[in-house]
């Protein structure tokens, strides 16, 4: 069973900056996709970025130009660098994988923006 363990949520304040890891528990690049959600009180869980086994990123047009993914391979963790943080970006940020049959999901953890 692949187990995901995300970490690195917090409180900072407007304009300040996160990462969050997500550690998996085998290859990540076997996997055919690794993604970033979040869900917020209130609000249905949405994508906030993406990246494929071969490494291509995709980006939630909110966060495009604040956040970027990176990956640790020896580690098999995939980072989620939030600059420019907005109270808007509070939210539980859940990491998913995906194998061909299979979706697994984090446990979530929890950013919040505020002054």
């Known amino acids: 069973q692949v187990q995901l363990v995300e970490s690195g949520g917090g409180l900072v304040q407007p304009g300040g900056s996160l990462r969050l890891s997500c550690a998996a528990s085998?290859?990540?690049?076997?996997?055919?996709?690794m993604s970033w959600y979040r869900q917020a009180p209130g609000q249905q869980r949405e994508l906030v970025a993406s990246?494929?086994?071969?490494?291509?990123?995709i980006y939630a047009a909110s966060v495009r130009g604040r956040f970027a993914l990176s990956t640790d391979n020896a580690e098999n963790r995939l980072h989620l660098d939030m600059n420019t943080l907005k109270p808007d970006d509070t939210a539980v940020y859940y990491c998913?994988?995906?194998?061909?049959?299979?979706?697994?999901w984090g446990q979530g953890t929890q950013v919040t923006v505020s002054s």
């Open positions: 998913k994988a995906r194998d061909p049959e299979m979706e697994y």
């Open positions: 085998k290859n990540i690049f076997t996997f055919l996709s």
């Open positions: 990246m494929t086994g071969g490494g291509t990123t």
